[in-house]
Antibody, heavy 116, light 108 residues
């Protein structure tokens, strides 16, 4: 079965960076795009971007361009999201998602707290 | 950007009754719409894709319908475990992929 296991909760100060990992199993890593979606406390879902694990190509939402970097390591079937220049309103749960068209399988989420 | 508007914001339904959730798109998205269920403290779970196809393992009491700009998720006989927030999402025109703001379903 498809499983996505994300790194643990993290706390950062404003202006810092954070990197979240997403280790996948149960399918061929290069066959499906991986998306990143975040959810601020008590709020809805916001799409951040995707990475094609086969080519390494990425596409991010305009809101995050210049601050987000998505990478992958095909040797260990793991995707990464790095967000820089953190602000307090970046406090959210960050999800990795395996998708073909709809968002089929979700990681458990990683809480990132940005606070001074 | 395609905007999805869900209604109502909150729906209170008695156990065993039908729940009907709506999602309206700001422009036609054909049938490129999915529904997700999010139980508090858990990640979202895919229920429906292609507007009407149940995902693997989803009970038959969940059904989706619609195309173009108007979509509906129906829970035919509400169970206690169905209390959750339900989101619609379009994957027709991106970036960005967009979600509705959610409908919270609880037990009356």
């Amino acid at each position: 079965q498809v499983q996505l296991v994300q790194s643990g909760a993290d706390m950062r100060k404003p202006g810092a960076s954070v990197k979240v990992s997403c280790k996948t199993s149960g399918y061929t890593f290069t066959d499906r795009y991986i998306h990143w979606v975040r959810q601020a406390p008590g709020q809805g879902l916001q799409w951040m971007g995707w990475i094609n694990p086969n080519s390494g190509d990425t596409r991010s939402a305009q809101n995050f361009e210049g601050r987000v970097t998505m990478t992958r390591d095909t040797a260990i079937n793991t995707a990464y999201l790095e967000l820089t220049r953190l602000k307090s309103d970046d406090t959210a749960v960050y999800y990795c998602v395996v998708a073909r068209f709809s968002f089929d399988f979700w990681g458990q989420g990683t809480l990132v707290t940005v606070s001074s | 950007e395609i905007v999805l508007t869900q209604s109502p914001a909150t729906l209170s339904v008695s156990p065993g009754d039908r729940a009907t959730l709506s999602c309206r798109a700001s422009q036609s998205i054909r049938s490129d719409l999915a529904w997700y269920q999010q139980i508090p403290g858990q990640p979202p779970r895919l229920l429906i894709y292609g507007a009407s196809t149940r995902a693997t393992g989803i009970p038959a009491r969940f059904s989706g319908s619609g195309s173009g700009t108007e979509f509906t998720l129906t829970i035919s006989s509400l169970q206690s475990e169905d209390c959750a927030v339900y989101y619609c999402q379009q994957y027709y025109n991106w970036p960005p992929y967009t979600f509705g703001q959610g409908t919270k379903v609880d037990i009356k």
